[in-house]
């Protein structure tokens, strides 16, 4: 099993920038890739962006540019700094962990990001 820990939501202005982090205890070594998903009020849940075990990443286009996703293997942590938000990237940010080996997804309970106009 793999438990993910997320932390750094918040409310913040438009403009403004948060940094979520995504803290990975247990079985570490199986995961292939690390990421975040999110999910606005009446919307499904989308990638916003996912970072390999070879540190290859790639990003939602709403978010290209202004969101780098990065991870620290010796702290089992991943990062999301969000800059230049804006109103559309209100929602409930999940992190989420891959492993081939076990089969599975694994979720963080989420952390809730609002930007104010």
């Known amino acids: 099993q793999v438990q993910l820990v997320e932390s750094g939501g918040g409310l913040v202005q438009a403009g403004g920038s948060l940094r979520l982090s995504c803290a990975a205890s247990?079985?570490?070594?199986?995961?292939?890739?690390m990421g975040w998903y999110r999910q606005a009020p009446g919307k499904q849940r989308e990638l916003v962006a996912r970072?390999?075990?070879?540190?290859?990443?790639n990003y939602a286009d709403s978010v290209q540019g202004r969101f780098t996703i990065s991870r620290d293997n010796a702290k089992n942590t991943v990062y999301l700094q969000m800059n230049s938000l804006k109103p559309e990237d209100t929602a409930v940010y999940y992190c989420?962990?891959?492993?081939?080996?076990?089969?599975?997804?694994?979720w963080g309970q989420g952390t809730q990001v609002t930007v104010s106009s």
């Open positions: 989420y962990a891959h492993s081939s080996i076990m089969g599975a997804d694994y």
């Open positions: 247990g079985i570490i070594f199986s995961i292939n890739a």
């Open positions: 970072i390999t075990s070879g540190a290859g990443t």
